[in-house]
């Protein structure tokens, strides 16, 4: 597997967070989707997240499960 790119549209730096979040409409309680950033959009995209109510929390990359990153 290559290395994760950050999931903010158009960037193809690598990624060194995990945003973690997940739609409380939609997903059970013990779901939780990630998305990847770089330094540089870690904070928007997880600004983009809390203030729709889905923000879970932001890690380093290597904290999350591999299985769980959505680009």
Do not use: Y
């Not at 939609?26 to 989707?33: C, E, G, M, Q, S």
Request: proline residues 8%; glycine residues 2%.
């Amino acid at each position: 597997m290559s290395d994760p790119i950050c999931s903010a549209k158009q960037c193809k730096n690598p990624a060194t967070w995990s945003i973690v979040w997940r739609n409380p409409k939609l997903h059970a309680p013990d779901r939780r989707k990630v998305w990847v950033a770089c330094d540089e959009h870690r904070e928007s995209l997880s600004t983009f997240l809390d203030i729709r109510g889905f923000l879970l929390g932001v890690e380093p990359l290597a904290a999350a499960p591999a299985d769980t990153v959505e680009s």
